[in-house]
């Protein structure tokens, strides 16, 4: 699965986001406490007070930010993780759904092959290049599906699978299907 790496939801454009955070926050910290030591010797002027508990204050923003900016990016992960997981056993089912319909359609492994580069989408051109054979010989095997699957073209088949993907019908062969006419 591609992914683009310059998209505004990366994980390290969050990460970079926090560390500038951090650096500022350390950089306040750090003036106050040298503002704060100076008004202890008297080096300061009258407004470095204030000023110093002002940058205080941002600092303690700061690092309360980068507290709960490091909370969501550990959730999002999570998250991501989770979905990623979900994503990959439904594409599991989904295959293992359209392999049993193959299976029990009983097609020989060119017309599995054929099968499954129609599933994607590929063009019977498409198909004979991809399989080294020609458009004759694919058309003669996507007949040969058409056949054993119960339909008369691409939409139909496609539109076979996809009920039987959404629990619209039971697979072919199930016990539900071979004593009732399939749906198309």
């Known amino acids: 699965m591609s992914q683009n790496l310059h998209g505004p939801a990366q994980p390290w454009i969050l990460i970079a986001v926090i560390a500038v955070q951090a650096l500022c926050a350390a950089i306040f910290l ?3 406490f040298a503002d704060l030591a100076g008004m202890d010797t008297g080096d300061t ?3 470095e007070g204030p000023h110093a508990y002002i940058e205080g204050l941002a600092a303690i923003a ?3 930010a980068i507290v709960i900016e490091t909370r969501i990016l550990m959730w999002l992960l999570r998250r991501k993780a989770q979905l990623e997981e979900s994503l990959s056993a439904a594409q599991a089912a989904v295959q293992d759904i359209i392999s049993a319909e193959f299976a029990n359609w009983r097609l020989t492994p060119a017309e599995l092959d054929v099968a499954t580069f129609l599933v994607k989408g ?4 498409e198909i ?3 399989r080294g054979s020609a458009e004759g010989t694919v058309k003669a095997q ?3 599906i058409y056949r054993k699957s119960g339909t008369s073209n691409r939409a139909e088949l496609m539109s076979l699978l996809i009920d039987t ?4 019908r039971q697979p072919a062969g199930s016990a ?3 004593a009732s006419p399939r749906t198309v």
Do not use: I, K, V
């Open 45 to 47: 002027g009258p407004a």
């Open 30 to 32: 750090g003036d106050m």
């Open 128 to 130: 004979a290049a991809m």
């Open 122 to 125: 590929l063009s019977t051109a």
């Open 165 to 168: 993907l959404m629990g619209q």
């Open 176 to 178: 539900e299907t071979d």
């Open 62 to 64: 700061l690092l309360a």
């Open 142 to 144: 996507l007949n040969a």
